[in-house]
């Protein structure tokens, strides 16, 4: 049973333009999201993450945005760099240290 | 201020035999959580621990158990290794206080099985 999910294994954006990570979720407890970027054999490296009592929050370049009606989230990157390129997970939690990750989505960004 | 670390970065182990990873989390972080990542499940939770208890466990048998130390360092135990136990194994540390779930990652260990 996937809770969390990521439909979109890959993507593909030229520099300087936007990319969007979508994630969508089952869990209606989930009250904490986040976003995670994935170099292969290295840990997740934590980037933005957002309660449920929010609908957006930004950070640089980056901002996610929570539509809890829909169950869905997403990731803006702008604008994308070719260091962008990496696996993004998103995750969400139960109000515990718990986290559950979707499948990952590949991104990768054209100079 | 240093991140997660893990130890040993890579390791080879045999059916049957079993395996201890060692994690040292971000200083003033008292939860420590781990995960599993293979190719075919992706990033699965494991347990975590926060003030030497287990506070959440995830859906693995019991072969996989962990421990706290009073310094908030943690392992993890394989027993009777299984081909399928071959991933990455990641150690996270949080704060764990507020209303933050943030979770810094450590490089992970890999765990090969043959």
């Known amino acids: 049973d996937q809770q969390v999910k990521q439909n979109s294994p890959s993507l593909s954006v030229q520099e300087g333009r936007i990319s969007i990570l979508n994630c969508d979720y089952t869990?209606?407890?989930?009250?904490?999201f986040l976003w995670y970027k994935k170099y292969p054999a290295e840990g997740p490296t934590f980037l933005i993450s957002?309660?449920?009592?929010?609908d957006k929050n930004e950070d640089g370049r980056f901002t996610v945005f929570l539509n809890k009606s829909a169950k869905h989230l997403s990731l803006h990157i702008v604008p994308s760099q070719p260091g962008d390129s990496a696996v993004y997970f998103c995750?969400?939690?139960?109000?515990?240290?718990?986290?559950?990750f979707g499948q990952g989505t590949t991104l990768q960004v054209k100079p | 201020k240093a991140g997660v670390t893990q130890t040993p970065r890579y390791l080879i182990k045999t059916r049957g035999q079993q395996v201890t990873l060692s994690c040292s989390p971000i200083?003033?972080?008292?939860?420590v959580s781990w995960y599993q990542q293979t190719p075919g499940q992706g990033l699965q939770f494991l347990f975590e621990?926060?003030?030497?208890?287990?506070?959440n466990k995830g859906n693995f048998p019991g072969r996989f158990s962990g421990r706290q130390f009073s310094n908030s360092r943690s392992e993890m135990n394989v027993s009777t290794l299984e081909l399928g136990d071959s991933a990455l194994y990641l150690c996270?540390?949080?704060?764990?206080?507020?209303?933050?779930?943030?979770?810094?990652f450590g490089p992970g260990t890999r765990l090969t099985v043959t």
């Open positions: 996270a540390s949080s704060l764990a206080s507020g209303y933050s779930y943030e979770q810094y």
């Open positions: 869990n209606s407890m989930f009250d904490y």
């Open positions: 957002i309660s449920s009592i929010k």
């Open positions: 995750a969400a939690s139960p109000n515990t240290g718990k986290l559950i």
């Open positions: 200083s003033g972080h008292r939860s």
């Open positions: 621990y926060f003030s030497e208890t287990q506070r």
